[in-house]
């Protein structure tokens, strides 16, 4: 059986560390590990606007955001298929068969949905378009047969539901779907960044994000005010490691060969952890560190971008021809649906037959 890639983000803002080290850095390696068949990278815009309706032109001027964001973390369009959601029709018409297959009650204990409608205060608002996305999730998921979806944690819900709906369709009409496996980070502090002010997750409204797109200064700016271990007030005080952000960026971002080259004192992270637990470590210092850290990661990222920006309509022509192959594929997987829905009439020449014989033998 191939293997198949795909994954892809909401287009609400542009992509800071967390989606990097949560997934797209991970889609990267996976793309030039050369085990995959295919790769296809998807901007969710229509998923976007389920939650976004009434504010269009935020999702349209996130497309190139994030279509560069994606080219300059080193997705390469000539091995990875880039293409926008609202481009490829099948995937509206796979969740409209889906939708038969689940229950608004499973969808009502999707932890994800229930968190997301407690963040938007949406209660007894909710679209409908934005209740049933995981449907359509499944739709993005299974009309490229994708075996393997590399997300972030805050998916795994999506992932669930996407395989019922599989099991479901090929138990009733016939084994066409794939079932995908999830792909997570192994390091636990990718699994989930924190943002600068130590709040749980980065998020545009809070402010507290580290932007892919994010210049030099900027982002050591935001690392020199980050939050720390409020507690440690004197260089000399016994420092908090655990849940403090800085050491989780660096548990998600350093390298051993990062210590002789920024940090000689020390051989690796374990001990700065523990001179900061003992005290005597201030945390300037860490976050010097930090930033010397991250610059190393995020400057050849910073670089490529200000190539893509030179010719902003070729990238748009990149998401053009990928939507056109996304498309076909999926067109293929609509058919081989309908099929086993018994809804190709045209396509079925022995049941036009048949039917005729019933008439006429009248
Ligand atoms: N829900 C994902 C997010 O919020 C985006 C997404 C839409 C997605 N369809 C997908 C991710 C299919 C993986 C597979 O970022």
Redesign the pocket.
């Known amino acids: 059986m191939s293997k198949i890639i795909?994954?892809?983000?909401?287009p609400t803002g542009k992509l800071h560390i967390g989606h990097y080290v949560g997934s797209i850095k991970r889609r990267v390696e996976l793309q030039n590990s050369g085990e995959y068949d295919e790769t296809f990278i998807?901007i969710?815009d229509a998923?976007a606007l389920t939650d976004n309706a009434d504010t269009p032109e935020k999702v349209r001027q996130n497309i190139v955001e994030v279509a560069l964001d994606y080219l300059s973390c080193g997705l390469d369009p000539k091995i990875s298929t880039l293409f926008i959601?609202s481009q490829i029709p099948e995937l509206c018409e796979l969740s409209f068969y889906y939708m038969n297959l689940v229950t608004v009650s499973r969808l009502q204990r999707n932890p994800t949905v229930k968190s997301e409608i407690q963040m938007r205060n949406f209660e007894a608002s909710i679209p409908v378009g934005f209740f049933t996305?995981p449907i359509?999730?499944a739709a993005?998921?299974t009309a490229f047969k994708a075996t393997t979806?590399p997300?972030?944690e805050d998916?795994l819900p999506?992932l669930e539901q996407t395989k019922e709906i599989v099991r479901r369709f090929n138990m009733i009409y016939d084994e066409v779907l794939v079932e995908p496996d999830v792909l997570l980070s192994e390091n636990k502090a990718c699994l989930r960044l924190p943002g600068t002010d130590g709040k749980a997750k980065m998020s545009k409204s809070l402010n507290n994000c580290i932007y892919l797109s994010d210049t030099e200064d900027d982002v050591k700016k935001k690392i020199m005010n980050m939050f720390t271990d409020p507690n440690h007030i004197r260089v000399d005080d016994p420092g908090q490691v655990e849940g403090n952000p800085v050491f989780i960026y660096l548990d998600a971002f350093a390298k051993p060969e990062h210590f002789a080259e920024y940090f000689p004192d020390y051989q690796n992270l374990s001990e700065v952890k523990e001179h900061y637990s003992r005290g005597g470590l201030g945390d300037v210092k860490i976050k010097r560190f930090l930033n010397n850290v991250l610059q190393e990661e995020l400057a050849p990222i910073r670089a490529r971008r200000k190539e893509y920006e030179k010719d902003i309509p070729a990238v748009y022509e990149i998401l053009r021809k990928g939507s056109e192959k996304a498309e076909a594929v999926a067109a293929q997987t609509l058919s081989e649906v309908k099929r086993a829905m018994r809804i190709n009439y045209f396509e079925d020449m022995d049941y036009i037959n048949e039917q005729s014989k019933k008439f006429t033998n009248k």
């Open positions: 795909l994954t892809g983000d909401r998807m969710a998923q959601q996305y359509s999730q993005d998921i979806v997300v972030g998916q999506m």
